[in-house]
Every structure is written in C-alpha cells, then in structure tokens.
C-alpha cells in the first residue's frame, strides 16, 4: 500500500464504537448525507473534489450584489426546502418572486408581438384547459382545434405504457402547437432538454395516473396544479440559495464533521465489513477507511467510483449531460423598472437570431435584490445550452466575448428594450459543465436498475445525488436524507448502538 493510511474512525473495536462514514461529493446531496449521518451519531468525512462545498449551488458578488451562480429558486411543491432554511436558521429569510409570472418568447416574423405571458394553470406548460381563450390565443385556430381533442380522445395504453416521453404525452393529447409553444419553453428553461427527451414520469410524476383517473391531461395537469401549496410554484431565499450552503457548512463543522475541499476520491474498495476510499492528491495519495459511504457525487464519476466493485453498474453510466453557460449582467438602465417581461423570459425553438434559452430578470424576480440593486439598476441573467445542441450554437463552449455579445443582443429581443455594453455595469459569465442531468426516457427503470445494483451493499454504502434523485433542490435534499438515514440505520444495526449522536 502507497500512501499513508488515514483510519478515519476505526480505531476502537467492539460494538459499542461510534460508526464512520465518508461522504463523497460536497454538493447539496453530499451536504445533507452528511448532516442525516451526523445527527444519527455517525462520526462523518466528506471530500470534495473541488475548492468549494455546494456543488451547482454557489454565490458570487457582482458589483456588489450577492448573487446565485447556480440554483437561484426552489419549488415549493413540498415544505422540503423552508423546513431545511428553519432548521438551518433562515425560515425569516424565505420569499417568494414577484407574482407578474414569466413570460415566452415564441417564432414570429414580428418578435415583439410573439412575446406572450406565459398561462401557468397546469404543470410544465400543460395547460389546464386548452380551449381556455388565453392559450387559443397563443396557437393557431387549428392548433386550437388539435388541442381541444384532449377533452374527448380516449386515453388508452398512454396512461401505463412504458417508455413514454413528455413530448408524445403531450403531442398525443393535445398536439405540435401546444408541445412547441407552450411546454418545449419550460422544458428547456428548467431542464435544457427538450420533451421528446424527458421520461414524463420523472419530471412530471403521477401525471398519467391522473390522466388515467381523470380521462384527459388538461384535467390531469390542473388537478396537479391543484394539489400543489397554493401561491408561487417556487420560493427563494432572501441573500441567496446559497445562504442554504453556507449554513450547511457551518452546522456540520461546528458539529465536528471533517469537511474536506481539493479531495478527488479516485478509488472505492470494499475492505472487510467497510470501506477503503482513496483520494488523488498529486504524488500523495490518501487512504481512509470507514464503515460506510455515500457516494454523492454526479452519475458518471459515481458510476467510475462504484463499477470496479459492482461490474455490472458500468452499463448504467450515464450519456455525457449538457453544460450551461450563465451570463449575468447588472445594468443600469431605469427602462427596465417597469419589468416589461415579467419575471423573464423563456424562448422556443425557432426564434429567430436569438440563442439564450432563457433569461432571468432578476431584479424583477425578487424583491430583495430589487432593493438592493436600487432604481435603475437591474440584473439580467441569460442561459446558453440544451441537449441537442450543435457544436456551432452558441453555449458552454463559446468564448465569453461571443456570450457577452449574445446576450445584449438576445436580451435586448428578449425584453423589447435595447441593452448595449455602454449600460453594463459589471457582467460575469459562469460555466456549468455537465451539470445538468435530465430524466431521459426510461430515467425511473434505469434508476431501479441501479438501486437494485447497490442493494447489495446496502449495509454500508449509499448512493444519492442529482443523477438519481432528479434535478433540482428539493428531489435531491429529499433522497440525499433518506438514502443516509437508512444508512444510518444499518451502520448503527451493525454496531448495536442507539443512535444517539451530537445534535447538528
Ligand atoms: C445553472 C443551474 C441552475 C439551477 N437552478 C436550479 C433552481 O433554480 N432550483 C432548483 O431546485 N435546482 C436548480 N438546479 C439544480 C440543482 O442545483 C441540482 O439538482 C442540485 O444542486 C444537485 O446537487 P448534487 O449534490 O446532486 O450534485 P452537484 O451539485 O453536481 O454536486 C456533486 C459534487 O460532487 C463533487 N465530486 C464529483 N466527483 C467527485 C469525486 N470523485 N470526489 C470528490 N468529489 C467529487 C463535485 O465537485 C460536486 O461538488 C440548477 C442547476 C444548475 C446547474
């Protein structure tokens, strides 16, 4: 063995030591691994690869304002996110976004006119009732036509059939027009994959059941809509989602968790009744050893840690996932104070000679930054990249010259006020690459394929993240607790012990 050894936690024998866990991977889901397994009692190692904890959650100051890089909402679909920010301390800081709602940018020979506010009676652009006049006014009479036959065509096998995708649900129901105005947009907006990509039961769950229930979608994305809190689909934090991070971070610190930044784990070896996980510091590898681990790292890297040991998972590895390219700009320019497009705005495909899939108006959104950026001053933040994409379309590997100049013009269509570089007055550009794992079809088999692989280990490792649970905060918080408390519960079987543990 090379390297020195780093028994983490195994010193003691007999049952009544206090069990060891290393968690891999520092992003949200490595975070509340992390937290589960401390307040279980479960001495915890976490190691980041890189020079920060967060993952695709992070902040950063742009002209003085504290801004998200990464996750800048969450949905409010389930008391997931506030009951964490109250626990961490935040529960006075949760707010909810400006109600004027977003807007779409649709293809037309005049732009201006083919900007719409966005109808939100249903789930992911699926309106509620499609013959409503609000939605026929966004679709030719014909598509109209196409639409209203989701009142009267008989759901058939599309309610159970395996393999069935947001887009043929959505197109079998209610036709082309409806998938590529109203559901393509929020697709891409929120995933960057288009519905003919997305396994409709990951990102939309229990929406065929209901369709089967209620004999048609419209009725089936309302009663959805319907089950949902009432108010905004998504909330925020007053500072910033990564206000979330930081408290994370502290909590588990000042609990006595070893958190680790600059350690990539290049090796998982299952050593007796634990864990030997190795990590690559240049020249120096290091060896810690532990009775469990959570590997809440992205699908590939995991699958990479996991598949020497258990072969077979190397089918499952998951496709390269897209990159995002996020260019924030903050603006002085007070014609923006009547938030001409809401909230933002998300674009369909096909509009001509703009390339930004979304753009954000920040300062719109929330309140919070509005006061903070004060009259005049606006953040603008637009995205770049979908799965699909060309090589030559404009994305996470075009140079920041070209994104900058892309997004003054984009937001300039976009907003139907021209923005130019004279009203900059500070902009960034963040890359997120491959950070953006979709549901593709087939998402929740492939995942039981997995789980069922992993079972095998069950006594002592656990795997959660993004790649497995689905995008975003509060599918991830959610699985990244319940994968660590049931390893908790069999660490601590194993030890005999009673679970008590420093609070965190
Ligand atoms: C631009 C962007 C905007 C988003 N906006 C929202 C939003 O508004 N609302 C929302 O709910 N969600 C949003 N999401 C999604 C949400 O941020 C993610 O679903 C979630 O944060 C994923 O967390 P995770 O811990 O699973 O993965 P990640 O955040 O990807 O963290 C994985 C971590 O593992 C580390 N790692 C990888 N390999 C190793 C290794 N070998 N050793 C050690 N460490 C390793 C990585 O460095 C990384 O820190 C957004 C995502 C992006 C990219």
Do not use: Y
């Amino acid at each position: 063995m090379t390297g020195r050894d780093d028994a983490v936690a195994r010193e003691q024998a007999g049952p009544a030591r206090q069990r060891s866990a290393v968690v891999i991977g520092g992003g949200m889901a490595g975070l509340l691994a992390a937290r589960t397994l401390l307040r279980r009692g479960v001495r915890v190692t976490l190691l980041e690869r890189s020079d920060r904890f967060g993952g695709t959650v992070d902040g950063r100051v742009l002209g003085g304002l504290q801004l998200d890089s990464g996750a800048e909402s969450f949905s409010t679909r389930s008391a997931t996110v506030p009951a964490l920010a109250a626990e961490l301390g935040l529960g006075e800081r949760l707010v909810t976004p400006e109600a004027t709602g977003a807007w779409v940018q649709l293809p037309g020979p005049d732009l201006q006119a083919s900007a719409r506010p966005l109808p939100n009676s249903g789930v992911l652009g699926i309106p509620a009732d499609p013959t409503d006049p609000l939605i026929s006014a966004m679709i030719s009479p014909e598509g109209a036509r196409r639409a209203a036959q989701d009142g009267v065509l008989p759901v058939g096998s599309l309610a159970t059939r395996a393999g069935v995708s947001l887009g043929e649900l959505v197109r079998t129901r209610m036709g082309d027009e409806i998938l590529a105005r109203l559901v393509a947009p929020v697709a891409g907006g929120v995933f960057s994959a288009d519905p003919d990509d997305l396994d409709v039961d990951s990102v939309a769950p229990g929406l065929r059941a209901t369709m089967a229930r209620l004999g048609s979608l419209g009725a089936a994305a309302g009663a959805l809509r319907a089950a949902a809190p009432a108010g905004a689909a998504v909330g925020g934090i007053d500072g910033g989602i990564a206000l979330l991070r930081d408290r994370l971070v502290t909590d588990l610190e000042a609990a006595g968790a070893q958190l680790r930044t600059g350690e990539e784990v290049t090796d998982l070896t299952r050593t007796g009744d634990g864990w030997t996980v190795t990590t690559g510091r240049a020249g120096a590898p290091r060896r810690l050893v532990a009775d469990g681990v959570v590997v809440a790292t992205e699908g590939r890297a995991a699958v990479d840690l996991l598949s020497p040991g258990l072969p077979a998972l190397a089918a499952e590895r998951p496709a390269p996932v897209p990159g995002v390219a996020l260019v924030t700009l903050l603006v002085d320019l007070p014609a923006l104070d009547v938030r001409p497009r809401g909230t933002g705005v998300l674009v369909a495909r096909g509009v001509e000679g703009v390339a930004a899939k979304a753009l954000t108006h920040s300062t719109a959104k929330w309140a919070w930054l509005r006061e903070q950026a004060g009259p005049g001053r606006h953040v603008l933040r637009l995205s770049f990249g979908r799965v699909g994409d060309r090589p030559a379309d404009v994305g996470i590997a075009s140079d920041d010259d070209v994104l900058f100049s892309h997004t003054l013009a984009d937001a300039s269509v976009l907003l139907g006020i021209p923005v130019g570089a004279a009203d900059v007055l500070d902009h960034d550009v963040v890359r997120w690459a491959g950070a953006l794992p979709h549901a593709a079809v087939g998402h929740r088999e492939r995942v039981a394929r997995i789980r069922a692989l992993v079972a095998d280990h069950a006594n002592s490792l656990a795997v959660t993240g993004g790649w497995l649970a689905g995008t975003g905060l509060v599918a991830v918080i959610d699985d990244a607790r319940a994968r660590a408390g049931a390893l908790a519960d069999a660490l601590l079987a194993g030890a005999g012990g009673d679970g008590s543990g420093p609070p965190v």
